[in-house]
């Protein structure tokens, strides 16, 4: 026997751990419970031994439900009484309550015995029923029940037996067996007025058999036996019974809706401000205005998953879209509306967010977006042929940086690009790795951004003088120098420590520093592992990374260091830096003669006046991303992030920067993202990896979520014939519903595989 006790030190057991812990009880072979409950709900089922052996509960002060779902060969005895919905959904077991019992006691049984020894609640026996394979469920109250009790009963059997209720003008309470259609319900005592569809009748000597073979064992259950001669006086009860269908359907004639509408819904009377009346009768189907639902054809409405969770916002469905009606060079340009480096950062170096969650990777493996970045390398777009006469600068020629400057280019200012360094490209230029990065590829999209009419100055190093001297030549000012200052912590030794920005920048400007055989590399995300290679590459035989938590880095970087002979090791807390190497706080040595920083770095704003707010060592803009008058911030200087949240912010500058020079105000916007649910890939067949099409002709397999891909299968689909594809100005096109023959059946919103439709509810649409 398993006692149970739900209160200790005055903590209270929840349900889930109380229900948690009686199943696994009962999975190791406990068929005996005595439970001090406090409210714990489901209490008693559904569970059974997987030995045939018979489970018995013993409960005290339950909460709801219990016994729900009980199960045959199970048995719950609450010691006291129970609230609502006691027996719920019973299955075959034996529930007794030996006091009252709150609402819906036995709501919907269809098995198995309920005893209640004292009263029950409203709606009690509503919904039981009878499968005809098994017994018929039974209820059994000792006193009375409350309002609308056996409710729509289906079937099974219910006794009232009415004690102690001499008072009552109805045991039944009010409206008692309204829509019953099935079973019978045994009362003793008054019962007040019922539906014209059920009847009273006297017992016959089968009915007094059963209620006195029965009586014997629902008084000794509820621990009363003493009342057997008082409540086996046949001559005290009737049962309650639904009348035939055949009887019921030839009861006194009732209106028609018709006759009710002429005679009893009077025009301009008591209801006709609130409920109109035009006295049309309508059809199951109707068309027009009576139909109950409107399609709606909602065409980039929501965002696909790889649009949404691009930082840059980049619309890979449309380029696809584009793609498949034969417009390549369309195609291509679109990307340069969001990002001047599809080649350099989405085709390269990018982690590619946007194939994370893409929809067809639920599918096989996610639309290749990566690498169609590559095919807009070489697609030149054209200077704009009106010009503003104003004026940006930006500080910084990173790629947040040049995004905000070929963007403002692209909407006619003058731009000026002020780089510190002798050559343009941030981080793409100075940090990353050759071998990740084809540096051909890069300098041919520096050239496209020069050819938009951007200028560039280099070795232009911005200090307090110089960005005040910026502010006056300049109508407005876009800050983008982004996080060059290496994060040190403040080991013993830490004077030992190379940055890693410092060491990689050193690799690409062919310095070609010099590294010992063993070099340890602090941090183990994706600049760790450019460290490490830069490492290998230099000439060391062995590199060693560490991390105080789980390598952040992608997988394949991870592998290719490892490829090189590298080894992470996690988690790892540095106490001290030595000429040996790292001592870790657990006192090991981590050899090295080298060691190489790469957990970060901040931003170098002390050329800015005070004044500017921040948030520890980063800017901390406005909505716009303005931090001064005509002044705004972008990429690291905001926050650090990937090489294409940089991108994002640095668009979304230059549109803050427009609006700002034109005296308006700019709010980013991002469309909500598609629901899944609206998304049908089974429109599409399954394509094995070793099949997959070049980059350029991954429409075929993108789902154009979001996106209407013209497929034409609403069009066909249609029972109705009611929808019609639309050319329109531009070369485009659009689907439209004719109200006069649609039906509102929602085929449409069904099958089409984008989630372009929208079904609404007639009444939303006025």
């Given at each position: 026997m398993l006692r149970v006790s739900t209160v200790h030190e005055h903590e209270r057991m929840s349900t889930q751990d109380l229900l948690l812990a009686i199943e696994a009880a009962v999975a190791a072979g406990e068929t005996d419970f005595h439970i001090e409950a406090s409210g714990q709900h489901d209490i008693g089922g559904p569970l059974w031994n997987k030995e045939g052996k018979k489970l018995t509960f013993t409960v005290r002060n339950p909460g709801q439900r219990v016994g729900s779902m009980c199960l045959g060969n199970t048995e719950v005895l609450v010691e006291g009484s129970a609230p609502a919905d006691v027996g719920w959904l019973n299955a075959g077991g034996r529930i007794v309550v030996r006091g009252d019992a709150g609402d819906t006691a036995a709501h919907c049984a269809a098995a198995g015995v309920v005893y209640i020894g004292g009263r029950a609640g409203t709606r009690t026996g509503s919904l039981m029923k009878h499968d005809p394979v098994y017994e018929p469920p039974e209820l059994w109250v000792l006193k009375n029940v409350g309002s609308f009790s056996f409710e729509f009963m289906g079937g099974g059997k219910a006794v009232v037996c009415g004690w102690d209720c001499a008072d009552f003008p109805s045991v039944l309470g009010e409206r008692p067996c309204v829509g019953m259609v099935g079973g019978v319900v045994y009362v003793r005592g008054?019962?007040?007025?019922?539906?014209?569809?059920?009847?009273?009748?006297?017992?016959?000597?089968?009915?007094?058999?059963?209620?006195?073979?029965?009586?014997?064992?629902?008084?000794?259950?509820?621990?009363?036996?003493?009342?057997?001669?008082?409540?086996?006086?046949?001559?005290?009860?009737?049962?309650?019974?639904?009348?035939?269908?055949?009887?019921?359907?030839?009861?006194?004639?009732?209106?028609?809706?018709?006759?009710?509408?002429?005679?009893?819904w009077i025009k301009d009377g008591i209801f006709s401000d609130v409920a109109p009346d035009d006295f049309r009768v309508n059809g199951l189907v109707a068309h027009g205005d009576y139909r109950l639902r409107v399609p709606l054809w909602e065409n980039a409405r929501y965002a696909a998953p790889c649009e949404f969770n691009c930082p840059a916002s980049i619309p890979t469905q449309r380029r696809l879209n584009l793609l498949r009606e034969g417009k390549v060079d369309e195609a291509y340009r679109l990307v340069l509306d969001y990002t001047p480096f599809p080649g350099s950062v989405c085709g390269s170096v990018c982690p590619n967010p946007c194939m994370q969650d893409c929809t067809r990777g639920l599918l096989d493996s996610p639309v290749q977006i990566g690498k169609l970045g590559s095919c807009s390398a070489d697609i030149q777009v054209p200077k704009p042929e009106e010009r503003t006469g104003r004026h940006v600068g930006v500080i910084g020629g990173g790629v947040g940086g040049l995004t905000a400057a070929w963007q403002l280019a692209r909407m006619g200012h003058d731009v000026t690009v002020y780089e510190a360094d002798s050559v343009m490209g941030g981080k793409l230029e100075q940090v990353i790795p050759r071998a990740r990065l084809n540096h051909d590829l890069l300098r041919k999209e520096l050239k496209r951004i020069e050819d938009m009419g951007v200028r560039f100055v280099t070795n232009c190093k911005v200090d307090a003088a110089k960005f005040a001297e910026l502010r006056q030549s300049h109508d407005a000012l876009v800050v983008a120098t982004g996080g060059h200052m290496p994060r040190i912590f403040d080991w013993p030794g830490k004077e030992k420590i190379v940055p890693g920005i410092d060491f990689l920048k050193a690799v690409n400007k062919g310095e070609n520093p010099a590294v010992p055989d063993e070099v340890i590399v602090i941090g183990c995300g994706n600049a760790g592992m450019d460290a490490a290679a830069g490492a290998y590459a230099m000439g060391a035989r062995h590199v060693t990374c560490i991390d105080v938590q789980k390598p952040a880095a992608f997988a394949h970087e991870i592998k290719h260091i490892e490829d090189l002979g590298g080894k992470l090791i996690w988690p790892v807390q540095t106490k001290e830096i030595t000429d040996e190497g790292i001592i870790v706080q657990d006192g090991r040595l981590i050899p090295g003669q080298m060691v190489i920083i790469t957990i970060g770095e901040a931003p170098d704003l002390s050329f800015l006046p005070e004044g500017v707010e921040k948030f520890r060592q980063w800017l901390k803009p406005k909505a716009d991303q303005s931090v001064m008058d005509g002044v705004f911030a972008v990429g690291d200087v905001i926050k650090p992030g990937l090489l294409v949240h940089a991108i994002g912010s640095g668009r979304n500058a230059a549109f803050a920067a427009d609006a700002w020079l034109k005296g308006a105000t700019w709010t980013p916007e991002k469309k909500p993202l598609v629901p899944t649910t609206r998304l049908h890939t089974a429109y599409f067949a399954k394509c094995h990896d070793s099949d997959l099409p070049r980059p350029q002709e991954e429409y075929a397999r993108c789902v154009s979520c979001g996106t209407c891909r013209d497929c034409k299968m609403c069009l066909k689909s249609c029972p109705e014939k009611a929808i019609d594809r639309k050319e329109t100005e531009g070369g485009g096109f659009e689907y439209v519903s004719d109200p006069e023959r649609c039906i509102g059946c929602g085929i449409c919103a069904g099958i089409c595989p984008c989630g372009i439709w929208t079904m609404y509810p007639n009444w939303d649409m006025s």
């Open positions: 008054p019962v007040g007025a019922l539906p014209a569809d059920v009847r009273a009748a006297a017992l016959e000597e089968a009915d007094q058999a059963w209620l006195a073979t029965g009586m014997e064992d629902f008084l000794a259950a509820v621990g009363r036996p003493e009342l057997r001669d008082a409540l086996t006086c046949w001559e005290d009860w009737q049962k309650i019974v639904p009348l035939s269908f055949d009887v019921r359907s030839h009861l006194a004639d009732k209106p028609g809706l018709d006759d009710f509408r002429a005679q009893e």
